[in-house]
């Protein structure tokens, strides 16, 4: 990307990197103005606050661009049992065991492109999601294990549960693609009556259809899409 001597770095950037590092800067300039004004900032003046503060001002202007991104995925999970089988749970055509992971974002155009961490749509498939796929599918395991049992061997789900995170009941866990869906801040669509996020209006979420641009995890974990 870097040409060694060249007086013109700038041209050989991508234009979007550089309103990353915009965005990123003025991300920056929330937090930091989110601990300055707390003193000034009043409760009864949401949206608005201490308006006359301009740090106050700039923090309702930025606010509610921040939205709040859902990522779900179906997780399987293959045990392997000592006789040499294999079964994957959840058993039946087209099951699987329901992962959701929550995250934030910023628009940062009026496209509606919306500057993010990458593990927010795309979950690294590490040991932490694995532990969270055990403990979902260990009292699958353990019915199924204690249906085909004989009589007086009988199992846990909990003893299961820690038996596949130690490893000695050995498996191997899949996921289904993941899906993303952002939603409005509140301060953009005021107080919501929902009681969950599948009540709310239509126009207040939408799905992520696309990434534009992204870095892996370990190599800057940022994404806009």
Known sequence: ?????????????????????????????????????ASTTYASGRPGGNVTDPVVRAVDV??????????SLGGHLTVHFSQGSSVTFPQGTGNSYPVQLSGSGTFITAHGDILTADHVINPPHDQALSQFLDDQAAKDVAAYINLNARSGSQVSA????????????QSAPTYDPATSEVFLNTT????????????????LHAAV?????????????????
């Not at 770095?9 to 990353?20: I, N, Y």
């Not at 930025?62 to 990522?71: C, D, G, L, S, Y």
């Not at 909990?158 to 009941?169: A, H, M, P, R």
């Not at 992204?214 to 190599?219: A, C, R």
């Open 1 to 37: 990307m870097y040409r060694s001597g060249s007086t013109d770095t700038q041209s050989h950037l991508p234009g979007w990197f550089f309103r990353l590092l915009l965005v990123i800067g003025f991300a920056c300039l929330f937090v930091i103005s989110t601990t300055v004004a």
């Open 62 to 71: 930025a606010e509610p661009a921040v939205v709040r991104i859902i990522t």
């Open 158 to 169: 909990d003893q299961i549960d820690q038996e596949l995170k130690s490893g000695s009941l």
């Open 209 to 225: 259809d696309r990434i534009e641009k992204e870095s892996s995890f370990e190599q800057g974990d940022v994404a806009i899409v």
């Open 188 to 203: 953009y669509t005021g107080p919501l009556t929902a009681t969950d996020l599948s009540s709310l209006p239509f126009q």
